[in-house]
């Protein structure tokens, strides 16, 4: 009788200490993924901030050329079919980057000179 109690206890004893690994394993892994997870997140943050950085710096390059564009064919007076699309292509890639509308009225001014060619015609 106390052979078989202590079979029991010593039975009970070793079914207590696998759940507990069990338990403790799973907890371990849980965190771990847990912890993967939080990494995970840091670095898509990371990711999103460097995107942001890049795109505000295009954005910037792109206003510059633009804003240099007007500056110099507005001093001139006039500009050509080639420069109004390359003016229309930046602008394009500016609002998709969120840039700002102020620019727009820039480029509408750029637009608005007359061609090179038409320029010319009318000096002759």
């Known amino acids: ?42 670095s898509i943050e990371e990711s999103k901030k460097s995107i942001e950085l890049v795109k505000s710096n295009l954005r910037m390059m792109i ?11 507005m001093e001139r007076g006039s500009t050509s079919r080639y420069l109004i699309s390359l003016v229309d292509e930046m602008y394009e890639q500016y609002t998709d980057l969120e840039g700002n509308s102020w620019v727009g009225q820039l480029v509408k001014e750029i637009r608005g000179l007359p061609l090179d060619d038409v320029a010319k015609a009318k000096k002759e």
């Open 1 to 42: 009788m106390i052979q078989l109690e202590l079979a029991q206890l010593v039975v009970t004893l070793v079914m207590t200490f696998v759940t507990a690994a069990i338990v403790a394993a799973a907890g371990y892994i849980v965190k771990k993924t847990f912890d993967r997870s939080e990494e995970s997140k840091r």
């Open 63 to 73: 206003k510059y050329s633009i804003v240099q564009s007007h500056r110099i064919y």
